[in-house]
């Protein structure tokens, strides 16, 4: 048998019960958790996927690269 607890005015603290509930936030936390790093691993994959090694490493093409982006964002 488990020693009774008092708080700290002399009162007997009930014994905590073993089938306690997670809140809904604990949830909803890991899932949380869980879809950020799908994603992140997904997005990482697809880099991985499309890395284009011209772009990367010739400054010259990503300048041309952006250019292509703005002036078709831009029309």
Not at 24 to 30: E, K
Not at 53 to 68: E, I, K, M, T
Request: proline share 9%; net charge neutral; glycine share 6%.
């Amino acid at each position: 048998m488990p020693q009774p607890s008092f708080d700290p005015f002399g009162e007997p603290v009930p014994a905590a019960t073993a089938d306690v509930r997670r809140p809904a936030g604990a949830w909803l936390a890991r899932t949380g958790n869980i879809v950020f790093w799908s994603l992140a691993a997904v997005i990482v994959a697809a880099r991985a996927a499309y890395f284009h090694p011209d772009v990367a490493f010739r400054f010259d093409a990503a300048v041309a690269y952006l250019h292509g982006v703005v002036a078709g964002a831009l029309s």
